[in-house]
């Protein structure tokens, strides 16, 4: 019987756990958008770069 309630315990928390690392919190939406500015911030950088190499006509475009 102990052991019958330790296995349903443990079931218990498996379950809990499970359904809360599958939601979406607040951090997880916080670290969504610091992905994104991450990742615009990169695209305008290579995109200046990229500018500034054709106007200056340089031969390989790609920074």
């Not at 498996?14 to 969504?32: K, Y």
């Not at 990742?39 to 950088?45: C, E, P």
Request: overall charge negative; hydrophobic content about 40%; some cysteine.
């Amino acid at each position: 019987m102990n052991k019958l309630l330790m296995m349903s315990k443990v079931f218990a928390l498996t379950a809990v756990l499970t359904m809360f690392g599958c939601s979406d919190g607040p951090a997880e939406d916080a670290g969504e958008k610091v992905d994104e500015v991450v990742s615009d911030s990169k695209n305008a950088v290579e995109d200046a770069c990229e500018k500034a190499k054709e106007l200056a006509g340089a031969e390989k475009q790609d920074c």
